[in-house]
């Protein structure tokens, strides 16, 4: 039988659990078996209890789960290859040849890493005596298969990453509460929202909660003249019977020099119009409560696929990272959208905006 590892890695969204249980019951069903590793990369590095083999019914109940149960970490070790060595050390003593990635592109860097290095792994495990030729023959390659789970939908080559969807509905719940004491008292509120460098959280919060103002980094907003567009639009607004003034400001909202957009910056705009202006930084709860009926679904199908792709992976092919495009279930070549992601990220730091939001595109629609 094939055996499969499962972990979750980085940053927790909603979706986490529901993509384990995909991936062991679509396991099972398939004739695998499944191990769960605990903890992201340290269980790996760690084994023993923390690389557990996982029954249909350990995930019972995991579909719509926050967080994830089977823990996730930043691991220092995994970083070095003295911890990747302990990784397929303790991967062969359970005759594990195959893993599944659920992360940000972190983890998946780190997956793609692994599994290239892992034929010089495997011999050094021989030539220092950990196991002879003969043990590790099944296990010369490794399969890894990429899932991503971010609340801030912010990979390229995918539309949706799990968790992003629950997140913004956490975010509109919690703009629509503000908003109810905002009009009672007349108030301004800014909200800030999660997303690091992509603002697809804000934007979307901001055209569901219809906000009055909305600052993302891939419209990085005139150094000049934001102060004053944004004093225009509130005061319109409010002149035409509007109560209440919501801005949502994205975590890394920008100017066009690369100033970063502060909360504060916006509540001193507010208060120089004479509005009662307060702040509300929506933090962690924006990570928590059950996943949305689309992280469930899209945990599931893709939790699917992707024990599909393991157990078709072959050598020579590159590590595919499970996606969707246009409400199809797709296979991209986990490298290539890991590079596209970090692309942005460098196209938005040399100030080259209008590459960002092009190569963006697949993930960050207008
Ligand atoms: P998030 O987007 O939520 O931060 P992420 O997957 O990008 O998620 P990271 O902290 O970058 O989060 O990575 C998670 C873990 O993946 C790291 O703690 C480390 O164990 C492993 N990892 C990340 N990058 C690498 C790398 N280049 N080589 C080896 N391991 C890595």
Redesign the pocket.
Known sequence: KKRIAVLT???DSQGMCAVVRAVVRAGIYLNCEVFGCYE??SGLVQGGKLLKKLEWGDVRGWLSLGGTLIGT????E??EREG?LSAAKNMILRGIDALVVC????????AD??RSEWPDLVKELVANGTFTDKQVEPYRNLTIVGLVG?I?N?MAMTDHTIGAFSSLERICEMVDFIDSTAASHSRAFVVEVMG?NCGWLALMAGICCGADYIFIPERPAKAESWKQSLKEICLRHREKGRRKTTVIVAEGAIDDNLQKITSEKVEECLVEMGLDTRITQLGHVQRGGTAVAFDRFLATVQGVEAVKAALENTPSTPSPMIGILNNRVVRMPLMEAVKLTKSVATAISEKRFEDAMGLRDSTFKE
């Open positions: 890695s980085g940053g992201g990369y970490a930043r691991c220092k995994f970083r990747r992360g940000g592109d972190g983890s998946l860097t780190g890493l692994f971010s801030d912010d690091r």
